[in-house]
């Protein structure tokens, strides 16, 4: 199975990504990915308050992955946010979302250290698989439920 990562195009890939995450996300994310991704925010260079980078995996021209970073002024310098993290259910479990991982990953190191997820307890265990390690940073407005991980890039 060929996979490609590639860079989330707004006006081409929005309408698959929005139900990519309200299938795996559910439909809080959804609304807000709606916002999101008609607006996406931009690269560090273009803006030193927010910013962020989205990739997608695509399979037979098929967006079945989707990953991205975030940061924005009133997070710590050294760290990124990982979020829209999430892999169709009938992909899941062969390596798409690690390879979505690190791609995301190598993206943000150009310009962060570290990243923060906020991981739910069901993906813990991934992320724990994948390098990150709990921490008790207080970030701002934490997404209640959800448990703060932490990686050097
Ligand atoms: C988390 C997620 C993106 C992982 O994607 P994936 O393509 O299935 O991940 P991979 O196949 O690369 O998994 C690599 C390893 O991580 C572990 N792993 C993957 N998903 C896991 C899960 N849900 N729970 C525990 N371990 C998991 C497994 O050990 C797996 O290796 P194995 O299949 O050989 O045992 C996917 O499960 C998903 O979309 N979940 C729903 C949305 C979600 O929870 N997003 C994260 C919110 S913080």
């Not at 590639?6 to 807000?32: I, N």
């Not at 190191?109 to 709990?134: C, H, I, N």
Request: charged share 20%.
């Amino acid at each position: 199975m060929a996979v490609e990562i590639r860079d989330f195009l707004p006006h081409r890939d929005s309408p698959a990504c929005e139900l990519l995450v309200s299938r795996t996300l559910g439909p809080h994310d959804a609304v807000m990915a709606v916002e999101n991704f008609s607006e996406p925010l931009g690269l560090p260079e273009w803006s030193a308050e927010v910013a962020e980078h989205i990739l997608v995996a695509e399979v037979g021209g098929r967006i079945i992955g989707i990953c991205g970073w975030w940061h924005e002024h009133r997070l710590p310098k050294w760290a990124a946010c990982l979020y829209w993290f999430a892999v169709d259910p009938v992909y899941q479990r062969r390596g798409i979302g690690s390879q979505l991982l690190q791609a995301t990953e190598a993206s943000a190191v150009k310009w962060f250290p570290s990243m923060f997820v906020e991981s739910t307890p069901d993906a813990a265990d991934f992320y724990l698989k994948q390098g990150y390690t709990r921490t008790d940073y207080r970030l701002m407005q934490p997404f209640p439920g959800t448990i703060l991980l932490v990686k050097q890039l």
